[in-house]
């Protein structure tokens, strides 16, 4: 609760964070439309495979020339993370096999990591993060994305003493979205293909919010970060408000949806109907926890919690997250207190690359949001050797998958870069 001090204390000290941001798209675009109203925090450097499209970044985001000017500019991420003037690194790419070099470059260079890239943490975080406690550095989960929200929600609840019962994200979902490409993504958000454009949205990428993929890798990610369990078959999405998140999200033996306490779950605004779901939680976070005695359940009515009918279960939740606009809160948490707000801690699951159509051998896939496979969320021991969505991307395939099929490591021809080694380690640790 004390970051803007201690901020402000770094800036009379002369000696504000230094931050080098790789990758300049949306998250980190947010981030620096920040920084010039942040004390205490000092853009130096950015990496970029495009110097115009960083020039771009910044002037859109209303830095001026001379501001502009004062960055050095690096094509390459692990050279950024590298440089002398250099605290922080935040990993922005959202590619998980150059995220992973590049944060492994960070903590080897003895910076902190700040790991936008989710896609990379959920097959790798647990084992970059023993890497940089051993350095003597911090890496972390960004605190504005719903997996380090979440983090702080399962941690507050904790802290006062309540057992987990459920937590995650709200989503716009339906079933039929599991199959959705590029090429129709925006009948679903209501857009022609000329707005998107227009606007700068990625097809890819937003696929990938709507085809049930990045909330499997968000999910995993909390369930690596705060030993919560995955469903034994996958997300569910339930249409859910938020007045009935202690309602729906208790285990089935109470009447929920959930297998048993300590799940992650994400619900949908969408009843299965199409019809929005009343006072829904489609952009939030939340978490529901169960009291521990007969007293804090009456607490819990007489100070307006939303409860299930029982009064045992109870549930909190945060409305909106602002992404790059609260990354600020990572990096100097990391600079100033060498502690990550939420940061991955074991393999409590992974996310399963699913065929959407019938493959051929032969054919290379093309990874999250795509034509060809979307992420679900499972243990690991219903994972098995499945191929992670985050290795899903360039490789071939061997033989013939049919749609709906679970893709295994062993049906792909893998290479045998840094974050493959890394998650064959950690998967080899787990069984």
Not at 47 to 75: F, K, N, P, Q
């Amino acid at each position: 609760m004390n970051l803007a001090t201690l901020a402000a204390e770094a800036v009379a000290r002369n000696r504000p964070v230094r931050v080098g941001l790789i990758g300049a798209g949306k998250f980190g675009s947010m981030f620096l439309s920040q920084v010039p109203t942040i004390a205490g925090i000092e853009v130096t450097a950015i990496a970029e495979l495009d110097h115009a499209r960083m020039v771009a970044a910044c002037t859109a985001v209303g830095w001026d020339t001379a501001r502009i000017d004062t960055l050095s500019y690096e094509e390459s991420g692990a050279e950024l993370a590298k440089r002398d003037d250099v605290d922080v690194v935040i990993e922005a790419t959202g590619n998980p096999r150059a995220g992973t070099e590049h944060a492994l470059a960070a903590i080897e260079a003895g910076k902190h990591v700040v790991m936008v890239n989710v896609e990379a943490d959920v097959m790798v975080g647990p084992l970059l993060a023993q890497m940089a406690r051993a350095q003597g550095v911090c890496y972390s989960m960004a605190y504005g994305d719903q997996p380090a929200l979440v983090s702080e929600m399962v941690d507050w609840a904790r802290a006062t003493g309540f057992d987990i019962t459920a937590a995650g994200k709200g989503t716009k979902y339906l079933p039929i979205y599991h199959t959705v490409t590029p090429d129709n993504v925006w009948d679903y958000y209501g857009l022609s293909a000329d707005q998107a454009r227009a606007a700068g949205m990625n097809p890819q990428m937003f696929n990938s919010f709507l085809d049930g993929t990045k909330s499997a890798i968000e999910m995993v990610a909390i369930a690596n970060a705060c030993g919560l369990d995955v469903p034994e078959t996958g997300l569910s999405f339930p249409p859910c408000g938020v007045d009935d998140l202690a309602h729906v999200l208790r285990p089935k033996e109470f009447g929920g949806r959930l297998e048993k306490r300590g799940m992650v779950e994400t619900i949908s605004s969408l009843e299965r109907d199409g019809r929005d779901v009343f006072r829904d939680l489609r952009w939030g976070v939340y978490v529901v926890f169960e009291a521990p005695n007969d007293y804090a359940a009456s607490c819990f009515k007489q100070y307006g919690l939303p409860t299930d009918s029982t009064g045992q279960f109870a549930a909190m939740y945060k409305p909106f997250h602002l992404i790059g606009l609260e990354l600020s809160i990572s990096v100097l948490s990391a600079a100033l207190r060498n502690e990550p707000t939420g940061q991955s801690r074991e393999m409590r699951g992974t996310v399963a690359s699913i065929a959407k159509r019938d493959l051929n051998a032969g054919e290379v896939l093309d990874g999250e949001g795509g034509y060809t496979v979307w992420g679900q969320a499972l243990p690991l021991s219903a994972a098995q050797n499945a191929l992670p969505i985050g290795l899903a991307h360039g490789v071939r395939l061997k033989r013939n998958i049919s749609a709906g099929s679970q893709i295994t490591m062993s049906d792909v021809e893998l290479g045998s870069d840094t974050a493959t080694q890394f998650y064959q380690e950690l998967i080899g640790r787990a069984f």
